[in-house]
DNA sequence: AAGGCTGATTGATAAAAGTCAATCATTCAG
DNA sequence: CTGAATGATTGACTTTTATCAATCAGCCTT
């Protein structure tokens, strides 16, 4: 195993606890490849040849319907996205496109389903990482059905703060208008829920947001555990 | 194993494979309960104890958040629910309750994890559960995302319709509020939702509803697999 | 058969969100 | 350095959805 991008790839939880053998095998038929930045990777409804890793850059996960499109998820590297589809032979239910120059490793899901089937440690890894990504879509889930735009928009504001360390300022990490669209809103309608959270002391410059008043936000967006943490 | 209900869950794919032996051992700290209606199984937040069987009756999972609620799926027989957060020990993201009198069976979150470990057939089908989950949360967030409330009505009733057998009349199986509040709407907006619909040739009295005119109603709701199949 | 309960419907209104068009800001190629 | 291109913002307006209040309908109990 000559490329070094696979240590990084055996790090991932998902593939950490299995058989050397299993993985060499599973590497010997994955190929890493460069992609430029806003190429369609995958096309929602389409068999799901391969189990996609993003090693560099990011990836957008969206979904269209009826000439309307939505950004369901962004992954960034480390993680693997597309698991589901290729443990169940079914048709991808999103489509992928990078979000920048990207570095990706493609794993033949034929390969992926055979070590499933003989590597328990990997079984078993592959149930965690799918419990968390059902557990991160009812979330998601949750956020949109239960909260108004100008809600998601303090709740996904105080998520980046803890994210980026917890301090008053940090940066949006996604394009305004991505975010809108994550968000389930117009970026007009961004634009304004930023405004709308002025009096909350919030400032948005550009990509950088300032908290003056953290207990007011916070007050505001009454944010939930079971909504808002990223892990468990 | 005296309880006949076991053959019955035995039955279901998550536990078809399983040895003997360990589908016995976790039969044997579980509980088979009656329920009446409207009885709060589970809360969100709490620790995940049990992994639920709805024998039959039926529950409805819904979600709390700042005074309001939204129902996220109903779990009809025979099947399991919060398997994920069994698998992960992590807190209910949902809390259940029955929709009317319900029987159900409720197994140690423990001993699943415990047979999960020593079980490869049981890892194995919770993998395949846990991807259908999956995949069913992600449709119904496209179904949220990329559809207004008049259409996200119009594809219902066109699933609900291919769910009855295909015919022009079936029944609704739902209470209308509960209807609205899983496709993410006001009870209100479904009745004038339900009107909307009328020159496309649908007709809802009561429980009952007649799609006069299937081809145009299809073509206002463009149904997709991708958001509307049940299975894959 | 008469209330009384619950859920459904309707109408009036308000709030939220989307659309369209224009303008502003920033970036980047030449 | 300039100007084209892209994304962000703003304002005016429309559409969609929610809210509130009243009424209606079905069903259950007595």
Redesign the interface.
């Known amino acids: 195993m000559p490329n070094p991008e696979y240590q990084d790839i055996r790090k991932l939880d998902l593939f950490s606890q299995m058989a050397d053998d299993n993985f060499t095998s599973l590497m010997r038929g994955a190929y890493v490849q460069n992609f430029p930045a806003q190429i369609e990777l995958i096309t ?2 389409e068999p799901s040849d391969f189990l996609h890793v993003v090693i560099s850059g990011s990836v957008d996960l969206f ?4 000439g ?3 950004s ?1 998820a962004t992954v960034r590297p480390i993680s693997t996205f597309i ?3 290729t ?2 032979d ?2 991808y ?2 489509s992928a496109r990078t979000l920048e120059k990207s570095r990706i490793a493609l794993i033949p899901s034929q390969d992926v389903r055979a070590i ?2 003989a590597d ?1 440690n990997f ?2 890894a ?3 990482e ?6 991160s ?6 956020d ?4 108004t735009s100008l ?1 998601r928009v303090a709740n996904y504001l105080l998520r980046q703060q803890r994210h980026a360390g917890g301090g008053p300022v940090f940066a949006l990490d996604f394009e305004k208008r991505r975010l809108a669209s994550v968000l ?1 809103m117009t970026p007009e309608n961004l634009s304004r829920a930023f405004k709308g959270l002025q009096p909350y002391g919030v400032k948005v410059t550009g990509t950088r947001v300032t908290i003056d008043n953290q207990a007011d936000l916070e007050n505001f967006a ?1 944010p ?1 555990p ?2 808002d943490s990223f892990k ?1």
């Open positions: 929602e409804g979904s269209v319907w009826n309307r499109d939505t369901m698991l589901a589809a443990i169940k079914a048709p239910l999103m499933f089937d328990n079984a078993r592959i149930v965690t799918l419990a968390q990504c059902y557990r879509v009812i979330k998601a889930q949750k949109l059905k239960l909260r809600e389930g009454k939930n079971l909504i468990s």
